[in-house]
């Protein structure tokens, strides 16, 4: 996977383009990139079977979205979906990676 963004190392200030790469650690998935220069690693994003369910679900009620007109329920059901998956994100990531 390219992310078609540039971005700078923290720690040896190079830019480069990141490629997302991703660890499996039993049902915990991370995502991220490692600097192109020095090797510093990035946490992307860090999800667990539940997430990654929810996520699945999430893109595909929101790809019945196109063109579609969807009911008010349904609508709130995905509202409500991307929320949880928000917030279940960060909390994995507060349990998962050690920042600094
Ligand atoms: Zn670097």
Do not use: H, W
């Not at 997302?20 to 690693?41: P, Q, V």
């Not at 979906?81 to 050690?98: C, F, S, V």
């Amino acid at each position: 996977m390219k992310v078609n963004k540039k971005c700078r190392c923290d720690k040896c200030g190079c830019a480069f383009v990141p490629e997302a790469k991703i660890l499996r650690e039993g049902e915990i998935e991370y995502t991220y990139f490692n600097c192109d220069y020095c090797g510093k690693a990035y946490i992307v994003s860090v999800t667990d079977a539940e997430l990654r369910r929810s996520i699945r679900k999430y893109r595909t009620l929101s790809e019945k979205l196109n063109g579609k007109p969807l009911s008010e329920q349904t609508l709130r059901e995905i509202a409500e979906l991307k929320d949880g998956n928000t917030k279940r994100a960060a909390q994995l990531r507060r349990m998962y990676i050690r920042e600094g």
